[in-house]
């Protein structure tokens, strides 16, 4: 196992509120790939709803922000592709005329992965202990696959899943219509699109349907339910962790 | 054409409802996507190519008016003559004044999405001059009426029975009881129609997909033949063109043509690439005795040197169209113009303004999927992101969504003030969840709730656990 390694967990403003399952199954991975967990209690939201929103000048004021709050510690890992490509991805573009700023904003971006590539590409993970017993499909979340390249290392670690077999969703790396402020903002557009994804999933036949991203995870749950489409969701980390008795499926009651 | 992309939710919505159309794009969604992959699969150059045809393209755009002059002079060096068009209106009377010059009635036209930008058949058809489209996509929409939903495939939008109605309400003097059932007969028959036509010509018109400054050619790729027989037979051929379609050599142009049909149809080469160098010359066989080009610019300069320049490097491939999944859900005339897709995000704005097109850049989920394929790799997520910020500039947005938006941001550059207050409403939507896991209205949320449900919060925040797991004495799980 690599070093031991100081994290500052980005816990996404999503999973902060709506599913603090994931952040705990966060951080029981990070601690068994050897990693110390901190959580910045200044943190709040990466900034995207105001970027993708035209709104340079507040997303430019929350990214000073972060990475004030997330500076000193060795990596920075966020349950979210969406997330931790806004910060590698996008921060040095939107200090692209602020020199000082941009090489902080690209220092930052050095340090800051999303979860499960950390986990894999970083530690050097390639098996976990979790057993699930279940047949799971995968969503391939646009922001981790497009800018940060996450495609294989999902499907590795969910390979050692003792248990669970594993289908592949055509088109997975097709959106699913979420988008942040596009799924309201064009509800009968996104609406086409989930359900278009939400009948590729059922038509796996697989009891669960994953992805790496709350908010992809929110509109899929929602329009399955929708549909009265009888399919699990959660987020790949409490399967990984083996934590899937911490909170119930996505969009289900309490047992 | 008049613009309608300011009425995009309303056009994407009797889209959405239109379950014919829905059939059509469902087979393109899967066909065009599948063939790009195999032809590139079969070329691992591809990346480099990719690379190496975005530098073309960035080498002649910054160095645009050189490679325009170089143009120029070696067209009139073969004969030709090179018009030049600040607008469409500017390109509309070019156009009509060599057709006069040429006494023309009916004119042929291959396949051109600059003669659709300057809504060129209906110009020619006030005055007088009926324009023949030979492609066949275009014909069929020529017949319909109808502006083209895709641009390489303008009649993606219809199923082969509409196609068949449309042949037997235009082609009245076939017998009414011919068989229309197939592809091929359709093909067949809008041959034998056309065929009389391209011979009774008195001006071809075509676009280009190049044109050449090394040697002043123009190149047209098409599958079906129609352009050569347009601009060979008749005694005119005009070429009409924007301006970013030079490029310095023809080698030049070899490499991005590997580009083009494998982004666009996912051949390895289009069936037909015509290289067109001035007027026919003596010994040559065929060609017309006049060659015109006509060059549009319809501020296209005005985006050299800015935040869209990188747009100019489009190749009109339509892999970006083929591969988004607002596209795949409601089709090219939803976006209300000439130019859609995620091509047409970006430059439409610029091309009939963003008051007008304002909508277009807002809807992408920003997927990426269209840079991704994009043979020239233009940031197009980036570019219609641009457009946003142009837009919240100048409060074109809605007022309560800008003002939602800085009340948010100054939320959350408060991190107690948020903290506490998504601890509450964690709290009150995870009470008010838990028995069904799910609401199926919100207030609020009427925009999610309306097609699908919203999962409820656990009900405690992250933060509130973790702040409780740190100070439990010893025990750190929850």
Redesign the interface.
Known sequence: MPEPARIALLVTCLVDLFRPAIGFAAVKLLEEAGCTVEVPRAQTCCGQPAYNSGDRDDAKAVARRVIDTFAGYDYVVAPSGSCAGMVKVHYPELFADEPEMRARAEELASRTHELVSFLVDIRGMTQTDAHWQRSVTYHDSCSGLRELGINTQPRLLLGSVAGLEFRELPDAEVCCGFGGTFCVKYPEISDKMVADKALDIAATGAEAVLAGDLGCLLNIAGKLSRLGLPVEVRHIAEVLAGMTGAAPPIGAPKA | MEPTSHAF?AN??AE?GNPTLQRALGLARTGFPARRRQAIDRLPEFEDLREEGRGIKDHTLAHLDYYLELYERNVSAAGGRVHWARDAAEARAIVLEICRAAGAKIVTKGKSMVAEEIALNDHLEANGITPVETDLGEYIIQLRHEPPSHIIAPAIHLMKEQVADTFRAAHRELPPARQLDDPRELCDEARTILRPQFLAADVGITGANFLVAETGSSIIVTNEGNGDLTQTLPPVHVVIASLEKVVPTLEDAATLLRLLARSATGQEFSSYTTVSTGPRRPGDLDGPAQYHVVLLDNGRTDLLGGEFQDMLRCLRCSACLNHC??YA??GGHAYGWVYPGPMGAVLTPALVGLHEAGHLP????????C??VCPVKIPLP?MM?H???????RQL?PAV??TG??L??A???R?EL??AL?AI??RVLGWAG?????F?SLPL?A??T?????????G????A???ERQRAPGGRR?
């Open positions: 939710i994407a919505r959405l999944p607002v859900a409601v807002n809807a992408s989920t920003f997927c990426g999927r840079e991704s980036k992101r457009w946003r910020e142009r837009e919240f500039a947005s969504y800008r938006m800085r948010w941001a939320l959350a550059t991190p948020y903290h998504t409403t964690g838990k028995a069904r896991g799910r199926r949320a925009g999610w309306s097609v699908r449900d919203m999962p409820a919060p656990e405690r925040t992250f933060q656990l973790w702040a929850r």
